[in-house]
T-cell receptor, first 115, second 112 residues
Framework: AQTVTQSQPEMSVQEAETVTLSCTYD???????LFWYKQPPSRQMILVIR??????QNATENRFSVNFQKAAKSFSLKISDSQLGDAAMYFC????????????FGTGTRLTIIP | DGGITQSPKYLFRKEGQNVTLSCEQN?????MYWYRQDPGQGLRLIYY???????QKGDIAEGYSVSREKKESFPLTVTSAQKNPTAFYLC???????????FGPGTRLLVL
């Protein structure tokens, strides 16, 4: 079974600085998708970024980018120019590309932005 | 506006009572999902549905039931068999089973 590990329960960053959230996963599959979701205090899960394992290029969405290391099974999220609105729980998630409907989530990292 | 709505925002259940959580989407998505979130944990899949009139159990389906009579709607019933129902419940949908899942705002269920 696939597992997703987020080893940083909490992180903090100064406003306008850069922070990196870590995620590792375990799978025997060769093709899959990885996601970062943000859960602000409203508790709605919001998609931040998606990475397809067969693509070597790291995904980028404005101030959010990932460092995808397939051999190391690592998928970190970098947030540049941190803003107060970035404060939230961040969840890393995995989904197989082979007909598996399930998203497997990590336990999350709580990100605090210091003004 | 297209999106996913869940109601109610808060729900209280008495012992031995069944309660139903609503999930509606107007995104024309084929697939819908129910997840449960407990404090300090990620989400766990309860049930999912790929098409109307079809649904499958997820990892923690015991004590829950669903129906999918319309494409737009996927209600979740928390039955009295679910002994620890207090949690945050999130509904999601996707264009297809292989597509990215988008989430509703959630329902907080509390036991009186």
């Amino acid at each position: 079974a696939q597992t997703v590990t987020q080893s940083q329960p909490e992180m903090s960053v100064q406003e306008a600085e850069t922070v990196t959230l870590s995620c590792t996963y375990d799978t025997s599959e060769s093709d899959y998708y990885l996601f970062w979701y943000k859960q602000p205090p409203s508790r709605q899960m919001i998609l931040v970024i998606r990475q397809e394992a067969y693509k070597q290029q790291n995904a980028t969405e404005n101030r959010f980018s990932v460092n995808f290391q397939k051999a190391a099974k690592s998928f970190s999220l970098k947030i540049s120019d941190s803003q107060l609105g970035d404060a939230a729980m961040y969840f890393c998630a995995y989904r197989s590309a082979f007909g598996n409907e399930k998203l497997t989530f990590g336990t999350g990292t709580r990100l605090t932005i210091i003004p | 506006d297209g999106g996913i709505t869940q109601s109610p925002k808060y729900l209280f259940r008495k012992e031995g009572q069944n309660v139903t959580l609503s999930c509606e989407q107007n995104l024309n998505h084929d697939a819908m999902y129910w997840y449960r979130q407990d404090p300090g944990q990620g989400l766990r899949l309860i049930y999912y549905s790929q098409i109307v009139n079809d649904f499958q159990k997820g990892d923690i389906a015991e004590g829950y039931s669903v129906s999918r009579e319309k494409k737009e709607s996927f209600p979740l019933t928390v039955t009295s068999a679910q002994k620890n129902p207090t949690a945050f419940y999130l509904c999601a949908s996707s264009m297809g089973i292989q597509e990215t899942q988008y989430f509703g705002p959630g329902t907080r269920l509390l036991v009186l």
